[in-house]
């Protein structure tokens, strides 16, 4: 069982910010909090992930709070494209299988 | 610098026949993972891999699926006499360095395999 909750669905203008939740009260002091998409029927695609500190890359930025129970994906300016499920996933490293959930559906509205 | 390759993307099998899966890690990789995600559900983790060792299976079906990492050439998933449960999309991934934080698991395309 995936060991993070995230909203089902979400939505957001495009142009704006869109910021993803995802509890993981579990997580373990060696697990990393990664991120992926899956646009439409195509491969999950890598977002970014961090450990404790905030992670920014040129897709997005991680927000991980101090006690790392949740953290925030954002998307500083959501375009149509962004349109996507999103996925939370902890993990010790990268080679240990990832357990996908049911991710949070963003559509991103013109 | 290519990504991870998958062949066929598409593929037709009737029930009994045998489908074979291919996956090519991206360049310096050597570790290999697979997944299936069913229609409408989420991805669930197969089998991982490195080179001519299985590391992990525990979400492989006990029956009809195997999988291998040759010392040369691609990953192959193999699923004999195919049933229509089968009908999947089957994702590969790879990866570099192990309990590397700083390293992740990039994804393929994909294969759709559809069982008539």
Same mark, same amino acid.
């Given at each position: 069982d995936a060991k993070t909750t995230q909203p089902t669905?979400?939505?957001?203008? =495009? $142009?704006?910010?869109? +910021?993803?939740?995802? %509890?993981?009260?579990? @997580?373990? $002091? %060696? =697990?990393?909090?990664?991120?992926?998409? /899956?646009?439409?029927? /195509?491969?999950? /695609?890598? @977002? @970014?992930? $961090?450990?404790?500190? %905030?992670?920014? +890359?040129?897709?997005?930025?991680? @927000?991980?709070?101090?006690?790392?129970?949740s953290s925030t994906l954002i998307l500083p300016h959501a375009t149509l494209r962004d349109t996507a499920v999103y996925y939370c996933i902890v993990s010790p490293d990268s080679s240990y299988k990832l357990i996908f959930g049911s991710g949070t559906r963003l559509l991103v509205r013109p | 610098n290519a990504g991870v390759m998958q062949n066929p993307r598409h593929l037709v099998r009737r029930r009994g026949q045998e489908a074979r899966l291919r996956c090519s890690p991206m360049k310096g990789h050597s570790h290999v993972y697979w997944y299936r995600q069913l229609p409408e559900e989420g991805l669930k983790f197969m089998v991982y891999l490195q080179k001519e060792n299985i590391i992990d299976e525990s979400g492989m079906p006990k029956e009809r699926f195997s999988a =291998?990492?040759?010392?040369? $050439?691609p990953s192959i998933l193999r699923i004999q006499q195919v049933v229509r449960g089968d009908s999947a999309a089957y994702f590969c991934a790879s990866s570099g360095q192990t309990g590397i934080g700083t390293d992740t698991q990039y994804f393929g395309p994909g294969t759709r395999l559809t069982v008539l």
């Open positions: 669905s979400m939505d957001c203008a =495009e $142009g704006r910010a869109a +910021n993803l939740p995802c %509890n993981h009260s579990t @997580i373990s $002091g %060696n =697990e990393y909090v990664y991120w992926y998409r /899956q646009i439409h029927s /195509q491969g999950p /695609q890598y @977002i @970014i992930h $961090g450990l404790k500190n %905030n992670e920014t +890359n040129e897709m997005a930025s991680l @927000i991980i709070t101090e006690d790392r129970k | =291998e990492f040759p010392k040369e $050439g």
